[in-house]
Nanobody, 115 residues
Framework: QVQLVESGGGLVQPGGSLGLSCAASGSIFSISGMGWYRQAPGKQRELVAVISSGGSTNYGDSVKGRFTISRDNAKNTVYLRMNSLKPEDTAVYYC?????????WGQGTQVTVSS
């Protein structure tokens, strides 16, 4: 099993920046990709960004050019830097770890973009 603990998030004004982090523990040897997904009220969970163990990244279309995902394999931690935030970025952000035959999720952290 892999446990994911997210930190960061909160309230930010439009145009502002925010950072999220997610630390993995447990059977970390089984982790390949890690990433972030988000879910806004009344909407399906959607991809924000993912990063492979080798550093390859993939972003959702709505965040390309604004968000940056990075990963510190030594610390078993994945980060999400969010710039130029918009009200439509408001959602619960979930950390995700790809374990091959399984997936692990964090508990989620709220990000609210509002003036």
């Amino acid at each position: 099993q892999v446990q994911l603990v997210e930190s960061g998030g909160g309230l930010v004004q439009p145009g502002g920046s925010l950072g999220l982090s997610c630390a993995a523990s447990g059977s970390i040897f089984s982790i390949s990709g890690m990433g972030w997904y988000r879910q806004a009220p009344g909407k399906q969970r959607e991809l924000v960004a993912v990063i492979s163990s080798g550093g390859s990244t993939n972003y959702g279309d709505s965040v390309k050019g604004r968000f940056t995902i990075s990963r510190d394999n030594a610390k078993n931690t994945v980060y999400l830097r969010m710039n130029s935030l918009k009200p439509e970025d408001t959602a619960v952000y979930y950390c995700n770890a790809d374990l091959g035959l399984d997936v692990s999720w964090g508990q989620g952290t709220q990000v609210t973009v509002s003036s």
